[in-house]
């Protein structure tokens, strides 16, 4: 379950434009791949899925669009900043056809102008061929030691960036800021699984290591294992006695 990345939100916003996405017989080719590829989607933001990366650049250009002509830039990006506060107000908007926001321009309009934009930015980041624009290659993992506010340091104390899975709605979180996009810069800081039963086991992982010391052996050696989504266990392997006890007693 830690490591669900289905966005549940982006299936119901794909529904919510699929009239749209079905119309595109006017379209360049490209525009109408990604429009298919979007309907058929299960809403899986793996690391390696191009739908993934297709509908977060155009859900921010839909967003962008739909919404900077009204509010101007600063009050954009401050509207867009922390993405639940955001997300069913707009949502709410595109799911109207007849909504007073699409009085200049159609949901048709905005939709078709969002996902030629969409395409136009994949293909200037990571190519035209469609099966190169995976969301690990845009949704990127940098973390940060506190000493890494320091340019010079940075990149030295620094973890990554490397691909990162999951968007800002699923269980395995993965939020970007919209005034950045898509760098993750919240997700879990822990993963832990503790399975109750008369053989108890459990597991472990942070995502980089257990000391915050750069020239520990343990600053960032647990990584690896983070990106392979694997634990450490924690499960002793010496016979458990039920009959002793730790009696701490204050003198």
């Not at 509908?55 to 839909?62: D, P, T």
């Not at 506060?85 to 056809?97: E, K, R």
């Not at 760098?183 to 290591?209: D, H, K, N, W, Y």
């Amino acid at each position: 379950m830690q490591l669900d990345a289905v966005s549940l939100h982006a299936r119901a916003f794909i529904e919510l434009i699929g009239p749209e996405l079905r119309d595109l017989s006017d379209e360049p080719a490209d525009v109408r791949s990604a429009a298919e590829r979007l309907l058929s989607w299960d809403g899986n933001c793996a690391e390696d899925s191009v739908e993934a990366a297709i509908f977060h650049v155009l859900h921010h250009c839909i967003l962008s669009n739909l919404l900077k002509p009204e509010l101007g830039e600063n009050v954009f990006d401050a509207y867009v900043e922390i993405l639940n506060q955001c997300i069913v107000p707009t949502d709410s908007i595109l799911g109207d056809p007849q909504s007073i926001w699409f009085a200049g321009k159609s949901r048709n309009a905005l939709v078709r102008q969002s996902l030629r934009q969409a395409c136009g930015e994949l293909t200037a980041e990571l190519g035209a061929a469609i099966e190169s624009w995976r969301w690990g290659k845009i949704d990127q993992l940098q973390i940060n030691h506190a000493f890494g506010r320091s340019k010079l340091l940075k990149p030295l104390l620094g973890v990554g960036p490397f691909a990162a899975s999951g968007d800002g709605m699923t269980i395995n979180f993965g939020f970007y800021r919209h005034s950045n996009p898509y760098a993750q810069t919240a997700g879990p800081s822990l993963r832990f699984t503790v399975e109750f039963g008369a053989q108890p086991s459990s597991e472990f992982i942070l995502p980089t290591g257990q000391s915050g010391h750069p020239l520990s052996r343990h600053y960032r050696d647990q990584t690896h294992l983070w990106r392979q989504r694997r634990g450490i266990d924690l499960t002793s392997e010496q016979p458990r006695h039920r009959d002793r006890h730790l009696i701490l007693r204050a003198d």
